[in-house]
């Protein structure tokens, strides 16, 4: 069975400062990655993905993250954090060998607070 | 619409009623997802149709919970003698067919059940 793993409830940082959240996966095979952010009252909104290729993938609002296989991690990071990153961040796996179909199994969420 | 669209946004029930949740996907996406989210978790799967048929409805909790999709678009969550346990967010998305795209989420249906 897929799983994912977000080890911290609640990140604190700084604004300007650089910014990690946490996730780990397992599933049987080679994953599909995702991150997902949700504000108050809203919707999930998709930032990134990792399918396959390069390691480092790049997404919306100036956020990335690294697929490491050997750690089975797909940590989220920003260079510089601003105020309105503050929100609800998910990570989320697909097992593509899981019989054909696309259940996407998510995290229990990291809570983002950017401190002005 | 541009983007996938529930119906009520918020829902207020009686214990033991009925209700029925509604999403309209994003018009072309032949995968739809229903998602149900309790406060402080994240969304947890509840089925999966590739057109008109239910691919997988293992995240069900139960028969009271059922949901169709006759015309491969628009879905219904039915949720029969609804318990105080079932009051949580409600969210659908939608996807085309090709597996390596991202899911496109609604705000989601606030169901509270008193």
């Known amino acids: 069975a897929q799983s994912v793993a977000q080890p911290e409830d609640q990140v604190n940082v700084a604004e300007g400062n650089p910014l990690t959240v946490k996730c780990t996966y397992s599933v049987s095979g080679n994953p599909y990655l995702f991150w997902y952010v949700q504000y108050p009252n809203r919707g999930l909104q998709f930032l990134l993905k990792y399918i396959t290729g390069d390691n480092l993938v790049k997404g919306s609002y100036g956020f990335e993250a690294e697929f490491n296989k050997s750690q089975t991690s797909f940590h989220l990071k920003k260079p510089s954090a601003l105020v309105s990153d503050s929100a609800l961040y998910f990570c989320a796996v697909r097992d593509p060998n899981s019989g054909g179909y696309q259940k996407v199994t998510f995290g229990t969420g990291t809570k983002l607070q950017v401190i002005p | 619409g541009a983007g996938v669209s529930q119906t009520p946004s918020n829902k207020v029930t009686e214990k033991g009623k009925y209700v029925e949740l509604r999403c309209d996907p994003i018009s072309g996406h032949t995968a739809l997802y229903w998602y149900r989210q309790s406060l402080g978790q994240g969304p947890e799967f509840l089925i999966y149709f590739q057109g008109t048929g239910a691919a997988d409805d293992s995240g069900l909790p139960n028969d009271r919970f059922f949901a169709v999709r006759p015309e491969g678009s628009v879905s219904t969550l039915k949720i029969q003698r609804t318990e105080r346990g079932d009051s949580a967010v409600y969210l659908c998305?939608?996807?085309?067919?090709?597996?390596?795209?991202?899911?496109?989420f609604g705000q989601g249906t606030r169901l509270t059940v008193v």
């Open positions: 998305a939608s996807s085309p067919s090709d597996r390596n795209t991202e899911a496109f």
